[in-house]
């Protein structure tokens, strides 16, 4: 159990330094574009490829939206109405004079901004989430590309971008 123990730790030391990239780059040549600095940065191949892929997905996402949108589920109206409430000077509350912690601020605020911009109209909540859900193409990417060949982050990117997520559902 010691020996277990100690090889656990040195995995997750390991892990934690990088050092398991390097091993998977000398064992199975995954991530060998890790130590080039020059493969690092994106190919105007690969450029072209995301933002393909980027505007795909707000593409699939946005006609989604439009064909299958329906009345907001008890998340997204929680949501809505800190948004609403926010923009109308009450606070971060749901109901008018009930403060709330169970929902983290951030998205709301965003969204508060999205409908001082164009309304608070239940499709502007749901293009936000289509052109964040586009964007999350690039960090998909990024992540395939650094453990793996760059080919395997396109073909995680152009994969995430046509996935049928919360519009489809």
Known sequence: TARRRGAVASLFADISQGAWQERCAKEHGWGSDLNNPSANLHGPRDRWWLVAFCCLSFFLSSAAVRLMATAFGSDELEYHRLAVNLLAGQGYVIEPGTPITSRPPLYPALLALVYALFGPYDEAMWYLQAGLKSLTVFPVYCLGK??????????????YAVYPSFEMV
């Open 146 to 159: 650094r453990i793996f060949p760059s080919s395997v982050g396109l073909w995680a990117a152009g994969l």
